[in-house]
DNA sequence: CCACTACTTGGCTAAACTACCAAGTAGTAT
DNA sequence: ATACTACTTGGTAGTTTAGCCAAGTAGTGG
């Protein structure tokens, strides 16, 4: 027997994109770092908020993060992450017609 | 201004992956199809627990079910929920060395 | 009809998650 | 040192989720 799917890990990293402030802090951070009171900005809530999705998101491995004077800079750690995003519009367009990932 | 993406829908998407059964049974219908009580089996939870699964997966459109006797058939909806864990296997890779969706 | 199998749903409790405020840390500047 | 900005962390309340058991539904077959 192989070491079998590590399913408990894999579904850490998911988890921490499952999550509509995540989804946009990760789409943002698609187009380079970016630091905490700019993603608060972006998601409107507040920033001690932000900062507890950021530290959940650094744990799982998606992003990391950078001191620069005063602020916190975080980025994506894997850029495949936006990729994925694909699958997920072709569940939702799955739902009108079909399509998949080849597609979009 | 775009529609915007709309994160909290695949969000919900994201979410209905991101457990480790859910996951586990996600690997498996890749294969075909599988009736809850093979999937039962699989995970090793109460049935009622694995077709609660599989309603969260099949309300965000992951998966679908067909009637064959007494049996319910769970199939895939979008083949390329698996590509999609390629990412995920890079952002664990990428807990040792340098590697990401391409490579894998 | 009754019994049996394969599921689904309701109800419940325990655990996890989310978001806020408040307090603390760290770097900058005076 | 004091003050200010940018975060992080602790505490807490409200919400959601997970899993089991029990009860209900739906086909199958005597």
Redesign the pocket.
């Known amino acids: 027997m192989m070491p079998k799917v590590d399913f408990v890990k894999r579904a850490r990293i998911i ?1 921490a994109m ?5 989804l946009a802090m990760l789409h943002a951070l698609a187009d380079g770092e970016m ?4 993603l ?1 900005d972006l998601v409107g ?12 998101m650094k744990r799982a491995g998606l992003v990391e ?1 950078r ?1 620069e ?5 975080y980025r994506l750690r894997v850029p495949c992450i936006l990729d994925f995003m694909n699958c997920v519009e072709a569940v939702l367009a799955r739902g009108k017609k079909t399509a998949c990932c080849s597609t979009l």
């Open positions: 988890k499952g999550h509509p402030s995540r630091c905490v009171c700019d608060r809530a507040d920033l001690s908020t932000v900062s507890k999705h950021l530290s959940v993060d001191k004077g005063l602020r916190v800079n």
